[in-house]
């Protein structure tokens, strides 16, 4: 079975300073990874996602995600945060061959200070 | 865009109490998924249907139980409410045939069992 493991619960950061969320996953077979993230108050929404392909991927909003399968991780980047990044991220991975269920981190919640 | 509904955002219910908890996608979506998220637990999969009237046990499916009459339907059910039921729910869907399809989330449901 996979799992994955965010080990920073809370990440606390000055607005414009760079943050680096960690993610690593165990699994034996080839996986698709995900980062979502959920305001206040909200359901989850996607970030963004690596399938194949370039090992980096980017998001709308800057952040940015790197795929190392030696490292089994999938940290999340952003050179610049604002306010508006306050949430929380999901690190999820999805195994190949069907099904579609993802299953999630414990959540890394990003706090953005002035 | 997609939309996943939630029919109740806030619920108080009583120990013992039956309890539905409804969703609806209007995208077609072949795949419906109930979580429940929890602090420091992430989100964890409950129930996971595929098509109409078919289901599977996600990783905590005790005391839980699921129905799908119509493709864009997904209620969930809790058949006794006990206090340790106390969560945050959130249905989602996503289109089927591919592990790397984007899950979809509503906005969630917080229940209360007192």
């Known amino acids: 079975a996979q799992s994955v493991t965010q080990l920073d619960s809370q990440v606390p950061v000055f607005e414009e300073a760079p943050v680096e969320l960690r993610c690593n996953y165990s699994?034996?077979?080839?996986?698709?990874l995900f980062w979502y993230v959920q305001y206040p108050n909200q359901g989850l929404q996607l970030l963004l996602k690596y399938l194949s392909g370039s090992t980096l991927v980017e998001s709308i909003n800057g952040f940015e995600a790197e795929f190392n399968k030696s490292q089994t991780s999938f940290h999340l980047r952003k050179p610049s945060v604002h306010i508006s990044d306050t949430a929380e991220y999901f690190c999820?991975?999805?195994?190949?061959?069907?099904?579609?269920?993802?299953?999630f981190g414990t959540g890394t919640q990003l706090k953005v200070e002035l | 865009d997609v939309k996943v509904t939630q029919s109740s955002r806030y619920l108080v219910k009583r120990t013992g109490e039956k309890v539905f908890l409804e969703c609806v996608q209007d995208m077609d979506h072949e795949n419906m998924f109930w979580y429940r998220q929890d602090p420091g637990l992430g989100l964890r999969l409950i129930y996971f249907?595929?098509?109409?009237?078919?289901?599977e046990k996600g990783d905590i499916p005790e005391g839980y139980s699921v129905s799908r009459e119509k493709k864009e339907r997904f209620s969930l059910i809790l058949e006794s409410a006990s206090t340790n039921q106390t969560s945050m729910y959130l249905c989602?869907?996503?289109?089927?045939?591919?592990?790397?399809?984007?899950?979809?989330f509503g906005e969630g449901s917080w229940l209360t069992v007192v």
């Open positions: 989602a869907s996503s289109r089927s045939g591919f592990s790397g399809n984007t899950i979809y």
């Open positions: 699994s034996s077979v080839s996986v698709y």
């Open positions: 249907s595929y098509d109409v009237k078919m289901k």
């Open positions: 999820a991975v999805s195994l190949g061959g069907g099904g579609n269920k993802l299953t």
